[in-house]
């Protein structure tokens, strides 16, 4: 699965707890990400095990948008970096999770990560 993670516009990432991170899940052919996944089994960060993602009820804090200019609705979802697991030099970032029938995906993406306040 394709994603692509940011802070701001950028893959640098400052690892401060607190600190907003996005997290966009592309829809493909054959993929609805808003439609399709099982939000409440998401988790990212170093092994994809981190329970990151800022849930503010259930199942959690997201956005939809065509990010990919495709005119598929793409899911955003969003991390605390300092619950991540991350650390300062890690390059990639995992997300894991099922889709709403149980069958389980995976996907990372190129990081680049700070030391907090740098």
Known sequence: MRIDVRQGSAH?????????V???IFSQI???APQDLDLTS???????????LIRRGN????????????????LIVYVDAGST???????QAVLTGNLLGGTPIYGSDFVETIK???
């Open 42 to 52: 998401l988790h990212f960060g170093r092994t994809g095990t981190e329970d990151s």
């Open 12 to 20: 640098k990432i400052d690892l401060k707890k607190g600190t907003k």
């Open 116 to 118: 907090p306040g740098k």
């Open 30 to 32: 054959g993929f609805a």
């Open 85 to 91: 697991g991350l650390r300062a030099g890690d390059m």
């Open 59 to 74: 199942p959690g804090k997201f956005d939809t948008s065509v990010v990919d200019g495709d005119g598929r609705l793409d």
């Open 22 to 24: 996005g997290v966009t």
